[in-house]
Structures are given as structure tokens and as C-alpha cells.
């Protein structure tokens, strides 16, 4: 258990040294002792927003896990010295964490016919899974305060974890500010995951996912909503990490390595 609580810093935000395994050890462990947390899944756009939104950033980091959703930020880790980090994914959690017996699954956002598909998708996968209400809420820009209705709703359903599924960093800012309203201890925003696993968008195949390139796909299925993310946004951060490296080198003694 040795990365459990370790992050590495990248340019500016802090993301935790962790694999699935682990994310999951750690939020059963926050669900027993019912401890309020909140956990973001950050990919490459998230580090890139934050440089850009430092109240967005600080909401980032003082998050109570922030999981590395993007092979960038894993090898970066790994080069770091945390052999074990792997890409904790926001699909790929739910999943594990869906199959966990006892737990109650409380889902919020996306459409009224994507939460139908998913649940039965859910329930095809994992029989036994307890899912003890949804909601899906009205499409807006701004970070509304979430009506006491539903407010009461989520907290009569006595769920371990909300998963929120808004986008970044929509769903980021919903769950600080939602947290001290919630009884459920466990929040957990994973962006398209709804979407992925309804089967309403396509997945990147494992092997692309596991060269880096998720991103490639997923803008090929939907360049006009994702090319400023990836196009513009991905050249933003190879910027700042060449900054950041050319920093790191000048500040050290005959240009050895921090």
C-alpha cells in the first residue's frame, strides 16, 4: 500500500500516485468510516484548465483524490518514480466499484434515456448491483445549487456514492459545492463514463487507450465539440511541461534532475 496517499505534481496539480486497485481500496475505506469526499478523474484537459482557472484549480486539489485519467500524466508519474501508477479511468472505476457487493449507487447526470440504458447495462454486467436512484438534471452552463427536492431525494436514497457525470469541470465544481449537502460519503465525478458504458458513444479500443492516443479517437468521433480540447489544449500542456522541464533544469546544480 505504499503509494496510497503519495501525488506527484504536475505543473501545478496534484494527482495521486494510484491504480485501480488501490482508488478503490481507499474510497471502501472513506465508505465505511462515512467520511464526506469528493473525487476527480483528470485527464490531460483537466491539468490544462486548471492553469488556466485557479479557483478551478484549487477545487482540484483540494479534492480528496484526484485519479490519473490519461497515460501523459501516468508515465509522467511513473518518470517520477511511482513504478505502480497506472490509469485510473472513470469508466473503468465505476465498473470495479459497481461489482462491489453491499454498496448503493446513486446516479447523477447525463439524459433521462442514457441513465435508462445504463442502468440496464449495469444490471446485464452486475446482477446483484444496487442502484437506488437517478437523476438527471437540466442542461445549463453555470454550476447551479441543486434544488432541496433533490438534495433530499439523493440523501433518502442513503447512497455510498454519487457518481456525477456533468463534464469537466462542471462536475468538478458541482461536488464542492454539493458536498457538505449530501449525506452520501462518497462522490465521484467520471465525465462521459455514463455515456461510454450505455453504449450512446463509442469507446477507444484498450490498445489505443494504452498507447496514449484515446484522445485521437475520441476526436475523430467528435471534432467539432473536442478540437479546442485536444488540439489546442494538448499543445498548451506540452508547452508548459517544456517549461516546466527547462525550470527544473536551470534551477538544479549542473543541470541534474530534481
Request: glycine fraction near 6%.
Amino acid at each position: 500500500m505504499e503509494l496510497l496517499g503519495e501525488k506527484v505534481d504536475i505543473l501545478g496539480v496534484k494527482i495521486d500516485a494510484v491504480n485501480l486497485i488501490l482508488a478503490c481500496q481507499k474510497i471502501n475505506h472513506w465508505i465505511k468510516e462515512r467520511r464526506k469526499v469528493y473525487i476527480c478523474v483528470a485527464p490531460v484537459s483537466t491539468i490544462v484548465e486548471c492553469r488556466r482557472d485557479q479557483v478551478y484549480g484549487k477545487i482540484i486539489n483540494e479534492a480528496d483524490m484526484v485519479t490519473p485519467d490519461g497515460m501523459p500524466l501516468v508515465w509522467l508519474g511513473r518518470l517520477r518514480g511511482h513504478k505502480d501508477m497506472q490509469r485510473t479511468y472513470g469508466p473503468d472505476l465505476m465498473l470495479a466499484l459497481c461489482q462491489e457487493a453491499g454498496l448503493k449507487h446513486f446516479l447523477y447526470g447525463a439524459s433521462e434515456v442514457v441513465l435508462e440504458r445504463l442502468q440496464e447495462k449495469l444490471k446485464e454486467y452486475f446482477p446483484s448491483v444496487n442502484i437506488v436512484g437517478h437523476h438527471a438534471p437540466t442542461f445549463s452552463q453555470e454550476v447551479a445549487v441543486e434544488s432541496p427536492e433533490i438534495i433530499d431525494r439523493i440523501n433518502a436514497s442513503q447512497a455510498d456514492i454519487v457518481w456525477v457525470a456533468l463534464g469537466s469541470p462542471k462536475q468538478d465544481f458541482w461536488m464542492h459545492r454539493h458536498r457538505g449537502r449530501l449525506n452520501a460519503p462518497v462522490m465521484i465525478g467520471v465525465g462521459a463514463a455514463f455515456d461510454f458504458l450505455a453504449g450512446v458513444k463509442p469507446q477507444a479500443p484498450r490498445w489505443v487507450q494504452r498507447i496514449g492516443m484515446e484522445w485521437f479517437f475520441r476526436l475523430c468521433c467528435e471534432p467539432k465539440r473536442l478540437w479546442k480540447r485536444y488540439l489546442i489544449g494538448n499543445t498548451q500542456f506540452l508547452y508548459c511541461l517544456l517549461q516546466d522541464q527547462v525550470r527544473r533544469l536551470t534551477r538544479q546544480p549542473n543541470g541534474k534532475n530534481e
